[in-house]
């Protein structure tokens, strides 16, 4: 707790008066959870959970692929086609442990955060809250604050998992373009490639693909709470909150898959026949000239870094969305309004 | 030693009725663990080894053609996978348990900080050496590989996987040498560096938080976390070396405006190089292992004393609980 306080205080970064110590609610959800001996113990353990877990299976990637590839490598394609493969396993098995963890710090989120209002209602706390000076916005963003302040440990375990498995997809993304594409290119394709500046719409894209993938656990801790929060909001007692908070989170959770699969596939539809020259008009579907290139090479990025950008976007406006609903029900519990 | 707790008081005194082995002390639980710990690792392994040995490698499929090799083969190598698999499971809970002993001797100011050490040090030595005793045993394997593949014992010798993998660096026997005088005293007297580095980085990591649990935990953190660096850095150092080497060396032949080598030409002997990479491997690490013992040592006792400028000195229990804000209060009503 302290470690973090000082990080900040040390960085500058402004924290609010409602997610310090300084702050009665804020403290007082803190010291509660301190004394949750299960939750310490998820809370501590986490990390060297995550760490040793991602170590052990690292090593057994590599040792099955450096004794299954490289002692028998006898010519450079040998090595050409076995640098990936150990990449793409590690990637992968990082990717598998990342969806375990996360799914865990999901769920366990949820429950820090359904019973904050619930538990104040079941145990008709909240009118008597409500009669301090405090500020319904104050009371509601420090147990917001305070349970996610709990799970920090997990989030930077995540975090550390996430950057490890960035740069592992990196050099694997290297390996693949300089070999499977620029070593296939013909000179005049190479030339072209920089005085065109080709190379700038998939930086844009993948620039907007790294933010979105690196963003993924901070925004889904701040969703997985608001959501926590909103159940709270709405149900009578802490079991019927911390039930609703993760039925909530599964509905969200497949909603979102649908809604992607779908998006990506209209997107795919439209954009194989943009590029095989139909144009979908008012009329019906009319041939015309295919695009250059350099307008596909365009579009292409620009809409892989418009969807990044927009699926990102949703997930925050969904957040804010939830809080906002939340606190409005929070205004009907009772007390006086402030 | 912690003295059982008579029936009359506890009927008495309604003190918590607790199962035998609970009853033990921390002592107690540690002197019973370093008297069993080096008959128990030598037998399980033996007893693991020998089981998987008789069980896998006993009866010939019908496509074997020399049985004897066969069976001498496979039970080397199972022999060697326990005892490499027992060393390891062995290295990490040592390196784990080394930590936490760090991390519980980061208190106070850190005047008295190296005894304490030195003793968390001292109660995993018996484990330590159990590890060593049993890296002895994976050189005893490799040995008798080298026995039954070179000397004609029986007639004929044996094929035991030795030959092929040291094949490639022949006529690079000076390396060869090398890497054996380095990695042999590395491998025996390794465990006991681990545990002077794990015991110096858990101190370091302990000396960032004041309860104990939090202590054990940022400890563990450390070490699992610098075991994760360290294979990361392995991959990513491997692909991306091989990278930049592939790229200088064998660019691929359809690229038109460059006269290339075969992509599938045969390798120059690299692997000739390996026991070079190995020796210089080893060195850095046992280097590493030092240096960063003395360095996280000495980071923490530099921690630990800055604590007491503008502070009240810590009570005697070493201070884990004293004057932080987030000690427990009242009991929970939401969770």
């Not at chain 2, 003295?3 to 003190?15: C, H, L, N, S």
């Not at chain 2, 348990?97 to 850190?110: K, S």
Request: overall charge positive; some cysteine; hydrophobic content about 55%.
């Amino acid at each position: 707790m302290a470690i973090s306080q000082n990080v900040l205080r040390r960085l500058r970064i402004h924290v609010p008066p409602w997610a310090s110590l300084a702050h009665p609610i804020y403290r007082l959800e803190v010291q509660r959870r301190l004394q949750n001996r299960s939750l310490l113990a998820l809370r501590l353990g986490c990390v060297p959970s995550v760490f040793a877990a991602t170590s052990l299976g690292l090593i057994a990637v590599g040792v099955t692929v450096f004794m299954s590839q490289f002692t028998w490598a006898v010519t450079w394609q040998d090595y050409a086609t076995s640098i990936p493969l150990m990449l793409g396993w590690a990637g992968g098995t990082m990717l598998l442990i990342q969806v375990g963890a996360g799914a865990i710090a999901n769920i366990l989120t949820i429950a820090q955060a359904a019973p904050l209002i619930s538990g104040e209602v079941e145990l008709q706390s909240w009118g008597l809250l409500r009669t301090t000076t405090l500020t319904l916005r104050e009371i509601f963003f420090a147990k917001y604050a305070a349970a996610l302040s709990q799970l920090r440990a997990p989030l930077f375990g995540l975090m550390v998992l996430r950057l490890a498995s960035t740069v592992t997809g990196l050099l694997l993304f290297a390996y693949v373009i300089l070999r499977d594409t620029f070593y296939y290119m013909y000179p005049e394709d190479w030339r072209l490639f920089w005085q065109q500046a080709r190379w700038f719409p998939p930086l844009i894209a993948i620039a907007a693909a790294l933010v979105f993938y690196l963003s993924q656990p901070v925004v889904q801790w701040l969703l997985s709470g608001a959501i926590g929060l909103l159940a709270s909001a709405y149900a009578p007692t802490r079991g019927q909150a911390i039930a609703a908070g993760l039925v909530g989170r599964l509905a969200l959770w497949v909603a979102t898959i649908l809604v992607n699969v779908g998006c990506i596939y209209l997107l795919s539809y439209a954009y194989s026949q943009w590029v095989g020259g139909y144009y979908l008009i008012s009329s019906g579907l009319q041939a015309g000239p295919s695009p250059g290139p350099l307008e596909i090479n365009w579009v292409t990025s620009l809409t892989i870094a418009g969807y990044m950008v927009a699926v990102l976007a949703s997930q925050i406006g969904i957040t804010l969305l939830v809080l906002g609903l939340a606190q409005r029900r929070t205004r009907l519990l009772g007390g006086a309004a402030r | 030693m912690s003295t059982p707790v008579p029936a009359v008081q506890v009927r008495k005194e309604g003190i918590a009725v607790r199962a035998p082995w609970r009853r033990w002390s921390a002592r107690r639980w540690r002197r019973a663990v370093n008297m069993g710990c080096v008959p128990l690792t030598l037998l399980c392994s033996a007893g693991v080894s020998a089981a998987i040995s008789l069980a896998a490698f006993n009866r010939p499929p019908g496509w074997v053609l020399n049985t004897r090799e066969w069976m001498i083969a496979g039970r080397l190598g199972v022999s060697a996978a326990v005892l490499i698999g027992v060393q390891a499971m062995l290295a990490w809970g040592i390196g784990l348990a080394a930590a936490r002993g760090g991390a519980l001797a980061a208190r106070g100011y850190g005047g008295n900080l190296h005894h304490r050490l030195r003793i968390a040090r001292r109660r995993l030595v018996v484990p330590t050496i159990a590890l060593v005793m049993v890296r002895v045993g994976v050189l005893g394997v490799i040995g008798l590989a080298a026995i039954f593949a070179y000397l004609p014992w029986g007639g004929m010798s044996i094929a035991t996987g030795l030959p092929a993998l040291l094949r490639p660096a022949s006529g690079y026997g000076l390396f060869v040498l090398a890497a054996v005088v380095l990695a042999i005293p590395h491998w025996l007297i390794g465990p006991f560096l681990r545990l002077r580095y794990s015991v110096g980085l858990g101190a370091l990591a302990g000396t960032w938080a004041k309860h104990e649990a939090d202590r054990v935990a940022l400890a563990f953190s450390a070490l699992l976390g610098a075991g994760l660096a360290g294979v990361l850095a392995l991959l990513w150092g491997w692909s991306s070396g091989l990278l930049v080497l592939l790229t200088l060396v064998n660019p691929s032949s359809y690229r038109s405006a460059m006269t290339l080598p075969n992509p599938y030409g045969a390798l120059p002997p690299f692997q000739a190089a390996l026991p070079f990479a190995v020796g210089i491997f080893t060195l850095v690490y046992a280097a590493g292992q030092l240096v960063l013992a003395e360095t996280c040592f000495l980071m923490a006792r530099r921690r630990l004393a800055r604590r007491r400028i503008g502070q009240t000195p810590p009570p005697p229990g070493g201070g884990e609980r004293g004057g932080d804000p987030t000690a427990p209060a009242r009991p929970s009503a939401s969770g």
